[in-house]
Each structure stands twice: as structure tokens, then as C-alpha cells.
């Protein structure tokens, strides 16, 4: 994670250093993703762990550019919720894992020309993960703030709405639920 963190801010620098200082009205944007994430589950003990790998889930966010480079987004990501069948000495156990992060984080966009830019997004995320079992006993809820970070593409399709694509990590990877790598696609309208 620190290596990410370090890699975002080299980025920011050296895109901020290497932008001109053209500016563009301020505005603010919203959009709506389809976000992509396995799941897994780890516990002490657990043998013959089988989940449903990837699923896709939806993704809500919106935020404001104060120019051409720098701006600040938040978000919501639902992960759904995914079966897990799990052996603990023996016995065969059934789950069911559900999460979602909320994120606030500053972007600097580096445009490529004028329909495509890449940018990076630093900031933190607030995730929640929960595991419901057939046993009670075994039910958890982890709730946790932690670093988030993105590296994405924009593709300006006219004046207000775009195509989007990227990477994020929401903190560090979780025992259960859906893991911190996240790939998404999504469409924004700024206005």
C-alpha cells in the first residue's frame, strides 16, 4: 500500500509540474460505474474454501473540478453479497459475505488531448465488510478507514459526458468479503 501511496504522489507531482497553466471553468459532475471485485475468505482452520470470485456491482460518485488539473470526488461502492462454502475440522459450513466503501479523495487529471485524459485519485475510504454463517457464532462485521488510491482514464465523448476506466484500491486487503483491487467502468455527465 505504501508503494501505491508513494507511486500517486510522484504522479501527481510530475503531472502538476508538467501541465500548463490553462484553466477551465470550475464545475461540478456526476456519474454511475459497474465496479468489479473477487471475494474471498480467509480463517484460521478453514479448508475446501470455494467463493464466487468476481462479481460485478455498482458504483455512485460525483465530485467538483476546480480547473483542468485538480479537483476532489467522493464515491459509494456496493459489493453485493457472495456465497462462500468453507470445512472447519471436518464440518461443512455455509456463509454469506455483503460490504461497501464510501471514499472522499483529491484527483489531478492530466489531459492527453482533448477528448482523453489520464488521471489519480488519493484519498480515504471508509469499508464495510460482514459475514453471516449459519452458525451465529461465527457471524462478524469488520468496519474499518484506511488509504484509497486510483490511476484511470477519461474519455470526453462531447462537452459534458464521459466514458471512464480504473484501477482503485480501497485500503488493505479483508479476511472476508470483497478484496481491495477494484476495476471499474463508468460514464459521468459534468454540468
Avoid at 488519493?122 to 469488520?142: D, V
Avoid at 478484496?179 to 460514464?187: F, P
Amino acid at each position: 500500500m505504501n508503494k501505491i501511496i508513494v507511486a500517486l504522489i510522484a504522479s501527481v507531482a510530475a503531472m502538476s509540474a508538467a501541465q500548463a497553466q490553462t484553466t477551465t471553468a470550475p464545475r461540478a459532475y456526476v456519474g454511475a460505474g459497474i465496479a468489479s471485485a473477487d471475494h474471498e475468505f480467509k480463517r484460521a482452520g478453514a479448508s475446501n474454501v470455494g467463493t464466487e470470485g468476481y462479481k460485478a456491482s455498482g458504483k455512485l460518485f460525483g465530485g467538483y473540478e476546480f480547473n483542468q488539473t485538480w479537483g476532489v470526488e467522493g464515491g459509494y461502492t456496493d459489493f453485493r453479497k457472495s456465497d462462500v462454502n468453507y470445512s472447519i475440522g471436518g464440518v461443512n459450513n455455509r456463509g454469506e459475505t455483503d460490504g461497501h466503501a464510501f471514499y472522499l479523495a483529491a484527483k489531478a487529471t492530466l489531459p492527453v488531448n482533448e477528448q482523453f485524459s489520464v488521471y489519480g485519485k488519493l484519498g480515504a475510504t471508509r469499508t464495510k465488510s460482514e459475514l453471516e454463517t449459519l452458525n451465529a457464532a461465527q457471524n462478524m462485521s469488520r468496519s474499518k478507514t484506511e488509504g484509497y488510491g486510483a490511476v484511470g482514464a477519461e474519455y470526453r465523448l462531447n462537452g459534458n459526458v464521459s466514458l471512464v476506466g480504473e484501477y482503485e484500491r480501497y485500503g488493505k486487503s479483508k479476511d472476508f468479503g470483497a478484496k481491495a483491487d477494484v476495476l471499474t467502468i463508468g460514464a459521468k455527465y459534468a454540468f
